[in-house]
T-cell receptor, first 112, second 112 residues
Framework: DVKVTQSSRYLVKRTGEKVFLECVQDMDHENMFWYRQDPGLGLRLIYF???????EKGDIPEGYSVSREKKERFSLILESASTNQTSMYLC???????????FGDGTRLSIL | GEDVEQSLFLSVREGDSSVINCTYTDSSSTYLYWYKQEPGAGLQLLTYIFSNMDMKQDQRLTVLLNKKETHRSLRSADTQTGDSAIYFCAARPGGGYQKVTFGTGTKLQVIP
């Protein structure tokens, strides 16, 4: 089975902090994604990567950056956390263009 | 861009069938994915279907294409209390890399 592992299930940070969310997949997938999930809004794509060192903006990239130095790891960075970034963050990976994405368990991030 | 619409809430009695509808605006959407999210967890892939398929059955789950080609439904026979969760549909156009668009999710409540 595909395994997508997010480093933390719950995280509490303070406004202005730099926050790192880590995601690792074990299936050698080319594509990796970061979403945020908010009630009534579904999933919104923040950034995605289709290869090592490659990144593309999603629908809501403002306030975020990403890093993909190795194929299996995709990091989401909140440069200066703000309270409106309190959310559930979901990482996903996928093997190819038409295959479905596989998700991690999510990180519930609270910014105080 | 693509819009994917779902009703927000559905309540059924244990043992009944449940039908969750999904409407997407882009008629060229080639792939439709269904995910289940249990409380506090990530998204679990249930099934996926290509647009040239009218129906796909996978154990208790059936994905049906309604006569209007941008409307599909996920039908679950003999719904159980363990099926209570949020169900997301996601649509993706074919041809080259195209991002997946998720619906807002349908919260299914199964009443004993």
């Amino acid at each position: 089975d595909v395994k997508v592992t997010q480093s933390s299930r719950y995280l509490v940070k303070r406004t202005g902090e730099k926050v790192f969310l880590e995601c690792v997949q074990d299936m050698d997938h080319e594509n990796m994604f970061w979403y945020r999930q908010d009630p009534g809004l579904g999933l919104r794509l923040i950034y995605f990567s289709y290869d090592v060192k490659m990144k593309e903006k999603g629908d809501i990239p403002e306030g975020y950056s990403v890093s993909r130095e190795k194929k299996e790891r995709f990091s989401l960075i909140l440069e200066s956390a703000s309270t409106n970034q309190t959310s559930m963050y979901l990482c996903a990976s996928g093997p190819g263009l038409n295959q479905p994405q596989h998700f991690g368990d999510g990180t519930r991030l609270s910014i105080l | 861009g693509e819009d994917v619409e779902q009703s927000l809430f559905l309540s059924v009695r244990e043992g009944d069938s449940s039908v969750i509808n999904c409407t997407y605006t882009d008629s060229s959407s080639t792939y439709l994915y269904w995910y289940k999210q249990e409380p506090g967890a990530g998204l679990q892939l249930l099934t996926y279907i290509f647009s040239n398929m009218d129906m796909k059955q996978d154990q208790r789950l059936t994905v049906l294409l309604n006569k209007k080609e941008t409307h599909r439904s996920l039908r679950s026979a003999d719904t159980q209390t363990g099926d209570s969760a949020i169900y997301f549909c996601a649509a993706r156009p074919g041809g080259g890399y195209q991002k997946v668009t998720f619906g807002t999710g349908t919260k299914l409540q199964v009443i004993p």
